[in-house]
């Protein structure tokens, strides 16, 4: 059985929650605020899942969690609640390494469909089968890997394999580099990453898209400074190279 | 980050202005230096410079004070959207529970009780914007002279019975003194600013509830309500007043309000020529707030 952890610190958005994923087939444990969830998300054998994290909580904030969790290279997925919605919020959120976001308020059926397809990387990752996810039809997402130069992107595990070591990405690190090398040679412009990777249609500032890039050509290039695979096209976005000449 | 960034631009405006003001006055003294002796280019030339002046002193007071109200407003939408977003969330995941899952009588009920509360607290934050705006502009509301102990009373037995409290863990203390205890105003008003500062007395009073109400009449009515809650940090007794301020403590954090509460206690005691103010010895210590009304002769 899954096990999630609910960090929200509205008692009844958090009894809420957990009512309806225990009635989904989940365990759901309660983290009232940032410190106790760090607790009991820090120790490597937490055996929790995925967790649904809210940005405004009493002392340090849903982000600062997920900044210290991933500095601590915990890479449970992180479903983000935020309250306003906003585009920076969600921005942000992703910088620090959330893998998905919800507006509040959210629709149930929603958020147990998010949290179910974190679930399943999660599982894929740990090897287990996906058969107690008894919502998701199987095989609705195609094991997928990706080959370039020597260096192998693993969308079920999320893992860059290179050639001396392996990077664990978070889902959205890896949903970014795939959609570039699925639009291998072309321009993909800023707009189109935030409307296809993260869903969000706004005009908005998209400098958070860059650090993902900063942080994508650190893992993939030899020479982050100056990159070969993924290239900045000035004043429109990115192009993936897979085989640089 | 925001915030920081904000300050720093004004900061940077207001020596800005400073430093064209300190060069017109340099310049007008030198004006008067060089032309002391033809009368009229001197009188004009002062005129100008004064003009030019007081511009500049009216403009940057302006752009200080539309800064500030920029600022509060943001604080406000940020407090108000989380105050009105949370509970509609709860409520729409409640709802959305009962739709789509089998839920028990017993499990069902919970839920009730969970939503009206929810929808209790959308009230309260829609009654506390939509009262303070009103005290913005001063309605001519029916002012009378109202027994200010028959009110308290009132209030009191309305907040124990909403808050399942006893007698003693909510109680009353009325001073012998010369006099009634009657003050002229609007009772609605009065009473929901002695009920604000119970329901605060109450939320931030945590698991023990333990509040003594003060009833004393001189030349003053004062009710001073003493809890034994988490107290206010010192450098926070004023600000808890301003619109929209909330201490920044996690402990505070925890107890859900606008920010609101206090500022329409003490815009509604200023109405009728009274005051609010707080006392605490320090956090975790409890804290009393008084109103301070003058007497109905």
């Known amino acids: 059985m899954s096990r999630v952890l609910i960090v929200e610190d509205e008692e009844h958005l958090a009894l809420g929650l957990k009512f309806n994923l225990e009635a989904e087939g989940l365990e759901a444990e309660i983290a009232g605020d940032g410190e106790n969830a760090l607790k009991l998300l820090l120790p490597a054998d937490n055996g929790i899942d995925a967790v649904v994290l809210d940005v405004m909580l009493p002392g340090i904030n849903g982000f600062e969690v997920v900044t210290q969790l991933r500095n601590a290279k915990q890479y449970v997925p992180v479903l983000m609640l935020t309250a306003r919605g906003r585009p920076e919020d969600v921005l942000r959120g992703f910088e620090a390494g959330v893998d998905d976001y919800l507006s509040k308020p959210f629709e149930l059926a929603i958020l147990v469909a998010r949290l179910r397809g974190l679930l399943r990387r999660k599982q894929w990752a740990s090897g287990a089968h996906p058969q107690t996810l008894s919502a998701v039809p199987a095989g609705t997402e195609q094991q997928e890997t990706f080959a370039f130069d020597g260096k192998i992107l693993d969308l079920a595990t999320l893992e860059l394999r290179l050639k001396d070591e392996t990077v664990q990405l978070t889902v959205m690190e890896a949903e970014l580099l795939r959609h570039l090398i699925r639009n291998e040679g072309k321009v993909v412009s800023r707009k189109s990453i935030l409307e296809d990777v993260w869903d969000l249609r706004e005009d908005t500032d998209t400098r958070a898209i860059d650090n993902f890039i900063v942080r994508l050509r650190r893992y993939i290039e030899d020479v982050p400074a100056k990159p070969k695979h993924l290239l900045t096209v000035r004043g429109v976005g990115y192009k993936f190279v897979a085989q640089p000449k | ?297």
């Open chain 2, 1 to 297: 980050m925001r915030v920081i960034s904000r300050r720093k631009a004004i900061a940077f405006f207001i020596t800005l202005s400073s430093c064209v003001m300190a060069a017109a006055i340099t310049l007008n003294i030198s004006w008067v230096v060089l032309n002391w002796r033809r009368l009229g280019l001197l009188i004009l030339g002062i005129i100008f410079f004064g003009i030019v002046i007081a511009g500049l002193v009216l403009n940057t007071i302006f752009l200080v004070r539309e800064i500030r109200r920029n600022e509060q407003q943001d604080s406000f939408l940020h407090a108000v959207t989380h105050e009105l977003k949370t509970p509609i969330t709860s409520i729409r995941l409640y709802l959305q529970t009962l739709q789509s899952r089998q839920v028990d009588e017993a499990q069902r009920h919970e839920f009730y009780r969970v939503m009206l509360s929810d929808s209790d607290r959308l009230l309260n934050t829609v009654e506390h914007v939509l009262h303070a705006a009103q005290l913005r502009h001063s309605s001519n509301k029916l002012e009378d002279v109202v027994d200010m102990e028959r009110l308290v009373r009132e209030c009191l037995e309305e907040a124990r019975n909403h808050h399942h409290l006893s007698t003693e863990s909510l109680r009353l203390l009325v001073a012998a003194s010369e006099g009634d205890a009657k003050v002229t105003g609007n009772k609605e008003e009065l009473r929901s600013a002695i009920t604000n500062v119970l329901e605060n007395a109450i939320k931030y009073s945590g698991e023990k509830v333990d509040i003594q109400v003060e009833l004393s009449s001189g030349d003053n009515v004062s009710v001073r309500v003493r809890d034994r809650g988490i107290g206010i940090p010192r450098a926070d007794l004023k600000q808890v007043f301003k619109r929209f301020y909330r201490v920044s403590d996690r402990e505070v954090a925890r107890v859900k309000g606008s920010g609101l509460g206090l500022f329409i206690v003490r815009s509604i005691a200023k109405k009728y020529g009274g005051n609010a103010f707080a006392e605490s010895e320090g956090p975790g210590r409890g804290a009393t707030i008084t109103i301070q009304l003058p007497r109905a002769v």
